[in-house]
């Protein structure tokens, strides 16, 4: 049996258009946008055969598939699944300065040292062992659990991508992500492979 899972970011939130830096500490709602966004993807996939969404514990993810709950899906909430924690970059607006340390940390990952973070903050090896529990969760599954909905963040899910596919966490953002993008991934008992990718069709 295939196990289809569709994985999808969350909306857009007024901190994604004004250049706020948030992660797992900042619990930021969904705008407009991001609430006809949410309207836009399940008028595509509303009618799928969703037995569970996974959401992360943060308001932005139940906000994007409160059309499905609305609906009657059943929801799980998982750490596992909320954003890296940027430490004390969170809440702040980006400016040069923080720029370079940001980049700078982007290009070490870049080149391996996956063990680093900012300062208070979660490296993305910390993420990806938070992240593990829940893999094998939905890999044992319920019998009846075939295709699921699972709904995160941006950085979180290039580090769960790299993840399910077996590639290097170095490799993180070779998977590029915008707000409500759907990533549709299939296992088929003994290895994930990518159906669609980036795929923002439903968006218009």
């Avoid at 044992?140 to 899910?157: F, K, N, Q, S, Y």
Wanted: charge should be neutral; proline fraction near 4%.
């Amino acid at each position: 049996m295939v196990k289809k899972i569709y994985l999808i970011r969350h909306g857009q939130t007024y901190f994604n258009v004004r250049g706020i830096v948030q992660g797992s500490g900042v619990d930021a709602p969904l705008n407009e946008t991001g609430h006809q966004q949410a309207t836009q993807f399940h008028a595509s996939y509303g009618h799928m055969p969703f037995a569970r969404v996974y959401t992360s514990t943060l308001m932005r993810t139940h906000q994007s598939v409160q059309p499905f709950l609305d609906a009657g899906l059943p929801q799980e909430q998982h750490r596992a699944l909320d954003e890296i924690s940027w430490g004390h970059r969170e809440g702040t607006r980006i400016t040069p300065e923080e720029d370079i340390e940001y980049h700078g940390l982007l290009r070490a990952w870049q080149r391996g040292e996956t063990h680093l973070a900012l300062r208070g903050g979660e490296s993305p090896e910390q993420v990806a062992a938070r992240q593990r529990p829940f893999i094998d969760e939905v890999l044992r599954g319920r019998p009846d659990e075939d295709t699921i909905l699972v709904c995160m963040h941006g950085r979180a899910m290039r580090v769960l991508l790299c993840q399910l596919l077996n590639y290097p966490l170095s490799a993180m953002d070779l998977f590029e992500h915008r707000n409500l993008c759907l990533y549709r991934v299939h296992y088929t008992g003994s290895m994930f492979s990518i159906r669609s990718f980036l795929d923002t069709q439903h968006l218009g």
